[in-house]
């Protein structure tokens, strides 16, 4: 009878429908090894920081604040071309999207979705929602404060004059943000030091009474500012200092100035240790009188007028 069983037509069956199992989650297992050309199983995995999110709102009627609009993308793939496509924000297919098309005033909480994701990768969003603030949209003027920070002057220097290219701007914010606006500021940048006059563009920033920064858009969101300063000063005498070997013809040179004083100007600490400066001249080969253009320094300080001509005259023994 078992001889039987193994020759008979179901024995037949269920062998074809055994095999045909077998074959198709070998086939499946091989599938997903290949997906993307793959030629082995190994899993790649990346970790995208810092990608855009896109919030979708009635930006016609509210204005969005309160949130981070950059999350973490952790990606796998059998695919390493795949991944790489990915990382990579010029060639990246995927992006992240809050959609508060629906969503009144106040504050709300969405999902983080991920669209346009190709076949054969698997994401993680962290954090998996966003939680924005919706306030009704409100426009006004306001002028630019330009501000300094003492730090950012020598010792000594004074602010003498500031100009901003622009004076008043428009700014657009949430309707209960806006009147908490106590200034725009026109802070120069951090890493300015005010050791000459400054040119350059700086960032506005809406501030409250406290200083503190509030979410709004300004227009324009950059302004040039030109700041002028006023340098410690003094005068001090010029003295002739003289170099070389004197003519044996000769037994002495005299030397007369332009000017007997210059004024240098600088930090207050620099100016408190000069008390003179020096022209020098080389008196080898004088035999002539003869007058020469001398440059003048001083140790952390500028000097104005920079040059003094000097006048060598020979004496004759």
């Not at 297919?93 to 969503?103: C, G, I, T």
């Not at 003492?150 to 901003?164: C, E, H, M, R, T």
């Amino acid at each position: 009878m078992r001889n039987n069983f193994f020759a008979s037509k179901l024995f037949t069956i269920l062998a074809s429908v055994f095999f045909a199992v077998i074959l198709f989650f070998n086939a499946s297992s091989a599938a997903l090894r290949n997906q993307g050309n793959s030629t082995t199983g190994e899993v790649y995995t990346t970790t995208i920081s810092n990608v855009p999110i896109e919030i979708k709102y009635n930006s016609d009627e509210y204005f969005a604040s309160g949130y981070n609009n950059t999350a973490n993308v952790y990606l796998t793939s059998y695919n390493r071309v795949q991944i790489n496509t990915e990382e990579n924000p010029d060639s990246r297919n995927f992006y992240l999207v809050v959609d508060l098309s629906n969503a009144k005033e106040g504050t709300v909480t969405m999902p983080v979705r991920i669209q346009q994701l190709p076949n054969g990768i698997n994401a993680q969003i962290e954090p998996t929602t966003l939680t924005v603030r919706l306030e009704k949209k409100a426009s006004a003027e306001f002028n630019v404060t330009p501000l300094i920070e003492q730090a950012q002057l020598p010792d000594g220097f004074k602010v003498n004059d500031i100009k901003l290219s622009q004076e008043k701007v428009k700014v657009t914010a949430g309707g209960t943000s806006i009147k908490q606006i106590h200034a725009i500021q026109a802070a120069l940048p951090s890493d300015a030091y005010l050791n000459d006059d400054y040119s350059g563009t700086v960032t506005l920033h809406a501030v409250d009474a406290d200083g503190k920064l509030l979410p709004a858009q300004i227009s324009p969101a950059t302004v040039q500012m030109k700041v002028s300063v006023e340098k410690p000063s003094k005068t001090v005498p010029v003295n002739v200092k003289k170099t070389g070997t004197l003519d044996q013809s000769l037994s002495d040179m005299k030397t007369s100035l332009s000017q007997k004083t210059v004024t240098i100007s600088g930090e207050q600490s620099a100016l408190d240790k000069i008390e003179s400066v020096d022209a020098t001249v080389n008196i080898s080969n004088i035999t002539e009188k003869e007058t020469v253009n001398v440059d003048i320094q001083a140790d952390g300080a500028s000097v104005k007028p920079s040059q003094v001509e000097v006048t060598m005259t020979p004496v004759k023994k």
